[in-house]
Every structure is written in structure tokens, then in C-alpha cells.
């Protein structure tokens, strides 16, 4: 149980693009999903917290207009990178918490496998 | 100042050995500390800790919280070569928003060699 998937797991594209991650909670809802990045050699940095139905939070540094976080069910999160530039070639990563019997406080998150972003 | 602090940062064993994987952390709005494996993708889950003094055991890796040092640690015992990657921990603290946030610290990366 607790699956989480990702869509799609590599991109590659020119620079001006606009590239949108899909996270899908597979067997669980999940009204909390979470947005990471992960630089090479480097650990896992949150950027935005996606509550459905409501807007994101995002971290200190993360440009709101320029990673669009959409959390329209309680099964998909999305994030476009929009008007994509080399700088933000990295590691892109959700995770979801599902509803437990005893609250949120007590689920793990689940990750998904990721996608990495490579802008030329 | 890092709110979770993991070491050694990198750690080459041969297989067979016991390791001992360090995690310290930051109390303010602690909530529970998590484990995480890390290969080539994604972090896999491996342990919650919300009590102190409690271990959590599943097969050759267990782990354990202290609460009143802000310290955690992973054990693995009869390490074998699939044990090498990169080990989170992440605290779970409250934002005020009721979002749970994971911080992450900087990992341990374990190479077993055979």
C-alpha cells in the first residue's frame, strides 16, 4: 500500500519551456502532498506544500510564479516549472501523507520515484 | 544553523559489519523523526519514531529515538552490498499550517563493499 507515483520520470527540454510533474497517490488519499527538489550530492529541499483544494505553500526562495503547485483532487498534485532555464535542471520530487485512522500526525510520507529535469 | 544534523556524512564497511548511522536534531515543534533509504531514485520509507526509547526493528535494521539528547540513530547489522545508499533522516515538525514538513538532513552515504 501507500503508492505514490510519478509522471514522467525524465524530461528534457529547451530552455523557455514550460514542464509539467504529475503525483499521483495510488491506493490512499491524500489531502497533503509536498514538492522537493534535490541538487546532486545534495539532500532533499522542500519548496511548496500542496493542501487540496486550497493554495500551496511555498518555502522561503521558491518563486510561486514560476513553480505553479495544483492540487485539484485528493489522488493528483501537479507542479509546472514554467518558463523552464538551465538553473532549474534538478531532481524533482513529491511525497503524500494519507489520511490514517489516528490522523496525519502518524503517516509517513511516501515518496514517488521522481523526475529529473534536464533544460539545454 | 542545520536543523538536522547526520553522520558520518559517507561510510565504506565491508559486508558482515554492524553500522551505526547518527542523527541529531532540532526540538522546536518536533513531531517525529523519520528514517528514509535512498538508492538511485526516490527515498523509500524505513522508520517513524514518536517515542523516545522505543526501537523499531525490521530485519537486519532497527532504529531509536532519544528524546532528551535530540538524538536518533539506524543500526544495520550483517551489512550486505544492496545496504549501499544514501540513509535521511528527516524531522517532522509542525509548521502551524498542519502540514507535518519533512526537513531533511544531509544524509549518510554507506558503500559496503564485498
Known amino acids: 500500500g501507500a503508492v505514490v507515483s510519478q509522471h514522467p520520470s525524465r524530461v528534457i527540454c529547451k530552455s523557455g519551456t514550460s514542464v509539467k510533474i504529475e503525483c499521483r497517490s495510488l491506493?490512499?488519499?491524500?489531502?497533503?502532498m509536498f514538492w522537493y527538489r534535490q541538487f546532486p550530492k545534495q539532500s532533499l529541499m522542500l519548496m511548496a506544500t500542496?493542501?487540496?483544494?486550497?493554495?500551496?505553500?511555498?518555502e522561503q526562495g521558491v518563486e510561486k510564479d514560476k513553480f505553479l503547485i495544483n492540487h485539484a483532487s485528493l489522488t493528483l498534485s501537479t507542479l509546472t516549472v514554467t518558463s523552464a532555464h538551465p538553473e532549474d535542471s534538478s531532481f524533482y520530487i513529491c511525497?503524500?501523507?494519507?489520511?490514517?485512522?489516528?490522523?496525519?500526525?502518524?503517516?509517513?510520507?511516501?515518496f514517488g520515484d521522481g523526475t529529473r529535469l534536464s533544460i539545454l | 544553523e542545520d536543523k538536522v544534523v547526520q553522520s558520518p556524512l559517507s561510510l565504506v564497511v565491508h559486508e558482515g559489519d554492524t553500522v551505526t548511522l547518527n542523527c541529531s536534531y532540532e526540538?522546536?515543534?518536533?513531531?517525529?523523526l523519520l528514517w528514509y533509504k535512498q538508492e538511485k531514485k526516490a527515498p523509500t520509507f524505513l522508520f517513524m519514531l514518536t517515542s523516545s526509547g522505543i526501537e523499531k526493528k525490521s530485519g537486519r535494521l532497527s532504529s531509536i529515538l532519544d528524546k532528551k539528547e535530540l538524538f536518533s540513530i539506524l543500526n544495520i547489522t550483517a551489512t550486505q552490498t544492496g545496504d549501499s545508499a544514501v540513509y535521511l533522516c528527516?524531522?517532522?515538525?509542525?509548521?502551524?499550517?498542519?502540514?507535518?514538513?519533512?526537513?531533511f538532513g544531509k544524509g549518510t552515504k554507506l558503500s559496503v563493499i564485498p
Open positions: 526540538v522546536t515543534n518536533f513531531r517525529s
Open positions: 491506493d490512499f488519499q491524500a489531502t497533503t
Open positions: 511525497s503524500a501523507s494519507s489520511v490514517g485512522g489516528r490522523g496525519i500526525l502518524n503517516q509517513p510520507q511516501h
Open positions: 500542496s493542501n487540496e483544494g486550497s493554495k500551496a505553500t511555498y
Open positions: 528527516a524531522r517532522r515538525g509542525d509548521s502551524g499550517a498542519g502540514s507535518y514538513q519533512l526537513t
